[in-house]
Nanobody
């Protein structure tokens, strides 16, 4: 059974930084993609925005709204994916989730991901 556990969320002032972690276990995919998604308060799950994605060969994809500010990386030895978030803005406030899907194709569409963590809250004050 796939298990994803996010950590690192918190409250920060605008312009600050946070580093999210997602520890993964239990999956058997030989190749896979992992992504960070966010869901703002009041939004439906289907509206989760794909923020950043990385696959097992190190290719990445970002949403335009975070390009240049966020960096996704992976430590395969620890089965952990990170999201370094810099120059945070009020609009970055959301619940952040990590998710995994089989295969190398990069996609930010939430419906294409099979397994999800419980999320970690990020709150940015202006």
């Amino acid at each position: 059974q796939v298990r994803l556990v996010e950590s690192g969320g918190g409250s920060v002032q605008a312009g600050g930084s946070l580093r999210l972690s997602c520890a993964a276990s239990g999956y058997t995919y030989r190749t896979y993609s992992m992504g960070w998604f966010r869901q703002a308060p009041g939004e439906a799950r289907e509206a989760r925005e794909g923020v950043a994605v990385i696959n097992t060969v190190g290719q990445t994809m970002y949403a335009g709204s975070v390009q240049g500010r966020f960096t996704i990386s992976a430590d395969t030895s620890r089965n952990t994916v990170y999201l370094e978030m810099n120059s945070l803005k009020f609009d970055d406030s959301a619940m952040y989730y990590c998710a995994v899907r089989s295969g190398l194709r990069l996609t930010r569409q939430q419906w294409e991901y099979d397994d999800w963590g419980q999320g970690t809250q990020v709150t940015v004050s202006s």
